[in-house]
């Protein structure tokens, strides 16, 4: 089973609950689907997503996963969650209270494409996407958490013994990190491409967006294209 786009699609004015879990090709046709305030797709998408542009304004604060595309892309046996020959425009706010207690990567996921690659492809794509965290809350030593924010993708990682793969993507939006809880436990991974990646292929992105990282005494990684990669980058 498979969908294809075969007109564009304005969403102004209406609303729109991602579709999760999508399991099946989705050929945009290279049409464009506007209007958007949320994801068009949520958590653990295993299908391909091709020939497709998304325009959309999102203003989050409960689901930690954002991407104007996707939340996340997953694997399911041999199928693997893929945005291929796509690209996005508009903007993303995250709003986070600043104060979630967790060190785990999967906690705060946001870029401009796709929140989460766990195990899944993004190649030939561009991003037109604003994407900024926006952290409020009191200063606690509670306050300990590990958001990645990128361009393009906010966190990369193997799953189920596939490997991620980010290659040929470009970046020409604004990412933003702007924490006020007064947190020192705060450990982002902000890249203009992709935050963090853990494992998988990294090469041949592009970032011509600029980078905003409020001045605090943080353990901040951050790099034009990538903040963060625990394998080489090409």
């Known amino acids: 089973t498979s969908a294809k786009v075969v007109a564009a699609i ?5 609303e729109w609950t991602p579709i999760e879990g999508f399991a099946h090709a989705f050929d945009g046709g290279n049409f464009e689907i506007k209007g958007l305030t949320a994801p068009l797709f949520g958590e653990n998408v295993v299908a391909t997503i091709s020939n497709l542009s998304v325009e959309a304004n999102i203003v989050e604060s409960a689901n930690g996963k954002v991407g104007l595309i996707a939340r996340s892309l997953a694997v399911a046996g041999d199928k693997v969650g893929t945005i291929f020959n796509c690209s996005a425009k508009g903007s993303i706010v995250y709003k ?4 979630q207690v967790n060190a785990n990567y999967d906690l705060i996921n946001v870029g401009g494409l796709v929140g989460g690659v766990y195990g899944g492809s993004v190649s030939s794509s561009e991003s037109s996407v604003d994407v900024s965290i926006v952290t409020a809350g009191p200063e606690a030593e509670e306050n300990v958490y590990t958001p990645c924010i990128g361009g393009v993708v906010g966190y990369a990682c193997e799953r189920d013994g596939k490997l991620p ?14 924490d006020n809880s007064g947190s020192k436990k705060v450990t982002p991974y902000i890249g203009g491409v992709a935050g963090y990646l853990t494992a998988g292929l990294f090469s041949d992105n592009v970032n011509t967006g600029e980078l905003y990282i409020q001045e605090k005494m943080y353990d901040l990684d951050w790099g034009g294209v990538i903040g963060a990669s625990a394998v080489a980058v090409e």
């Open 10 to 14: 304005d969403m102004t004015g209406k």
């Open 96 to 99: 986070n209270s600043g104060l």
């Open 165 to 178: 793969k980010i290659a040929e993507n470009t970046n020409n939006g604004v990412v933003a990190w702007d």
